[in-house]
């Protein structure tokens, strides 16, 4: 098999995707490696307890310009969770019941205070990060910001639990700018982020868009291609996998999430900036759970509280007598996700007499082509990492969801990112005017 390219895309997730398939329009010729024996990386629609079911990566929304522009191309629609018509949570004390619209009221005030001066901090969201004022903001932890507001102590409570859900992690080291920006990219209306975050699924799951990017690219695809290490030298790169096989090409789009970069070997090595980038990791280091409760219940959600082994509840689907339930929380070595009892436990400090039938998840912070779930910063990455991640390397191009602007940390990030590794390359390729 012929193992000489134009550039070699390593990481078939979103990112690497939609880098092969610019790249090959351009015509360029294009290998993927690929660790897995499949594509769409952190997103995973896969068939659980009877159903299809989005084991990573899910909600996408019209106020994320790359994916929704993908959506678009492929003629793609949304498939809404269901409004919820109950709503549980943990004040800090004890259990409450009531409806979506009181937590919501409940969050909404701390919410506001919170990101006041998202729009301020990240007038473009999109635009480089070069402001002084990011650089003051950017060593502040989410935590301490929190621990600023003058709110009352529940909704101080549900507003811990609101952040530690988003961030998927601990919110102690949280970059409070990463809040900020997730705010003000959705015109600084915390409320519009968060449908953002979990309303709209894509038809056909996350699967359907993968395959589209995947059927729309010449790329030549190689699965099971897990890169260990790469050399760069005067004529090009050296791409080796683990079973030996080398690949060589003039570029490398680098599509992994930075956690798993110290798995490669770099020759020569990569800057200091980013070594340490890989070695300090996100933050999203939670869970993402699946599981069944008897009876066909009306759509809820649930938010307990912060340190809960899973601190949030969202219902989705009815079907069969049972309900499917996702679960958050932000550790995912402080429970099993096939652990029903356990589930069952924290679910039942909410809902009392929900009957847990079967859970399941993957454990992506476990697994080591991820090792972090949705990419969240801690403080300082958005000053001292990102900008050196997103410098070419030599012949080399970091993309992927964990480097991006604007949306990064969601499927719109991981596209966005390798447009631009894409240009960049195709552009550094052109021969130069005299
Ligand atoms: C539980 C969970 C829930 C999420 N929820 C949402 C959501 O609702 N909405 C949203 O927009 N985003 C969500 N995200 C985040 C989103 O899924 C990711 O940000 C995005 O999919 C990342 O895409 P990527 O291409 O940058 O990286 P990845 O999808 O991680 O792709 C990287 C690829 O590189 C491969 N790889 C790694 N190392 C090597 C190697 N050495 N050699 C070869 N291949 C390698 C991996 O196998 C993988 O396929 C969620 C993520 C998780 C885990």
Known sequence: MDNIHDVIVIGAGFAGLTAARELAHAGKRVAVLEARDRIGGRTWLDERMGLNLELGGTWVHWTQPHVWAELRRYGIGLAPSPTPQNAYWWNGTRAVAGSPDELFELLDRPNELLAARSREVFPQPFAPLDSTLLADFDGVSLLDEIDLLPI???????????WTL?????????????????????NGDWKVMFEACATYKIAGGTKALAEAIQADTAADFRFGADVRSIDQDG???????????????????????????????????LPVAVESAAEQ???GLGTKVWFTIEGEHPAFVALGGADWPLNFFQSEYVADGKTFVIGFGPDAHAIDPADTAAVQRILNRLVPDAKVLESVGHSWVDDEYAQETWPMHRIGFLTESLPALQQPH???????????DGWGGFIDGAIDSALKAARAILIAAQPVAV
Not at 236 to 250: I, L
Not at 394 to 404: K, M, P, Q
């Open 235 to 269: 004529d090009g790169a050296v791409v080796t996998t683990a079973d030996g096989a080398e690949y060589r090409a003039e570029s490398v789009v680098l599509a992994v999430p930075i956690q798993t970069l110290p798995r490669i070997a770099f020759t020569p090595a």
């Open 152 to 162: 009352p102590a529940e909704q101080r409570a549900l507003l811990e639990s609101f």
């Open 394 to 404: 030599g012949r080399i191009r970091i993309a992927g969801s964990d480097v991006a």
């Open 281 to 283: 990791g996100q933050l």
């Open 166 to 186: 988003n961030f998927n992690g601990r919110i102690e080291d949280a970059a409070f700018t990463q809040a900020l920006r997730w705010v003000a990219i959705t």
